[in-house]
């Protein structure tokens, strides 16, 4: 899952600081004389529709790219069929590298198969309005492998779950025993405190833009934002009541002392 997040970052800063062009001599590459930097943060989804196996990240990317001086500029447009070969090569060359010599085998199989480049789709979404476009995308970064309403049957021994292809949207039902149902769901945990979401570029904590990219943000919603990361507010709002209040009359709870 690592080398997918790296293929992925090294992907979005190669589109973004070198082109490629056919030549008569074959493919050269021209590198932009100024380095510029995205904002970008990707997040993790192992499962399909179907609930296989099947790794994948999502980005989402400021549409603007830093260069010297923290000056930016536009940065809209992506060359598809680069975006695909690149994702390609840099994906396999980290594996080869971590996987070492029995991997060439499996790689060259995948150039020859794939000769347009692994699948990635790059294309704007649209929303509404702005409070709709959040709503989605902070639904969609902390989506579970499936929800209860696509949960249409149990009866004691066999779960029927339903999907539409995201090829034709056409519609299936799946039929399994409730131990593959539950094996079927259990592949998709992942190891615990494993980051599914992840900043790169000026988005990145690290990043000397960060600090006033948080100066951006209302000194009213900053005070909100932080508040809400406090363990009473946190447990308030998955436990729908307040921890430090009496459980009997709602009444403000004191630390006194503690018997040991």
């Not at 020859?112 to 979404?125: C, S």
């Not at 447990?235 to 018997?259: A, G, L, Q």
């Amino acid at each position: 899952m690592d080398i997918l997040f790296k293929a992925v970052r090294d992907t979005i800063y190669s589109i973004l600081n070198s082109t490629f062009k056919k030549t008569k001599k074959g493919i050269k590459e021209y590198k932009s004389i100024i380095k510029f930097t995205p904002g970008f943060f990707a997040f993790l989804h192992t499962f399909g529709r179907d609930l296989k196996w099947n790794p994948h990240i999502h980005i989402l990317i400021a549409e603007i790219k830093l260069g010297s001086n923290n000056t930016y500029n536009k940065w809209e447009y992506f060359d598809f069929n680069a975006l695909s070969l690149r994702f390609q090569k840099i994906l396999l060359d980290l594996l080869n590298k971590e996987l070492g010599k029995s991997f060439n085998d499996l790689k060259r199989t995948l150039y020859l198969k794939y000769n347009k480049g692994f699948y990635v789709y790059a294309e704007k979404k649209k929303f509404k309005n702005l409070k709709s476009g959040i709503e989605y995308v902070t639904r969609y970064c902390g989506r579970v492998p499936i929800s209860e309403n696509r949960i249409i049957n149990y009866d004691g021994e066999n779960v029927t779950f339903s999907y539409n292809d995201h090829k034709d949207d056409s519609y299936h039902e799946i039929t399994l025993s409730a131990k593959e149902f539950i094996l079927t769901l259990l592949r998709h945990l992942l190891p615990k405190q494993y980051k599914i979401i992840r900043y790169y570029g000026f988005y990145s904590k690290k990043h000397s833009f960060h600090d006033k990219m948080v100066m951006l943000i209302h000194e009213t919603k900053r005070k909100i934002r932080k508040d809400l990361l406090k363990h009473e507010i946190s447990v308030w709002k998955f436990s729908n009541r307040n921890p430090y209040n009496c459980p009997r009359c709602e009444t403000r709870m004191y630390f006194v002392c503690e018997i040991t």
